[in-house]
Nanobody, 117 residues
Framework: QVQFVESGGGLVQPGGSLRLSCAAS????????MGWHRQAPGKQREFVAT??????????DSVKGRFTISRDNGDNAKNTVYLQMNSLKPEDTAVYYC????????WGQGTQVTVSS
């Protein structure tokens, strides 16, 4: 069983910034790959960014240069992932879901990000 605590979503104007965080806990005994997907209204869920247990990152072309994924693997924050989102655009509006890969993907409950003036 895996539990998630996601936070950091909200309403921001175009060009603004937000920082999402996601902490996975439960029967997790080591560090795993984690990442973010998002789903906009009327669209399919899409990949945003991922970070491996070793810290390697990968991004969707649509967010490269604007979003930064990072993680905290300290004893008190094992398997916690962040998404720093800068230069936000209206098309970034979506529900953002974090996930952790433990043989299969476990998903957080999602946090709403709205970019609007």
């Amino acid at each position: 069983q895996v539990q998630f605590v996601e936070s950091g979503g909200g309403l921001v104007q175009p060009g603004g910034s937000l920082r999402l965080s996601c902490a996975a806990s439960g029967r997790i005994f080591r560090i795993y790959d984690m990442g973010w997907h998002r789903q906009a209204p009327g669209k399919q869920r899409e990949f945003v960014a991922t970070i491996t247990a070793g810290g390697n990152t990968n991004y969707a072309d649509s967010v490269k240069g604007r979003f930064t994924i990072s993680r905290d693997n300290g004893d008190n924050a094992k398997n916690t992932v962040y998404l720093q989102m800068n230069s936000l655009k209206p098309e970034d509006t979506a529900v953002y879901y974090c996930y952790i890969l433990i043989r299969s993907a476990y998903w957080g409950q999602g946090t709403q990000v709205t970019v609007s003036s």
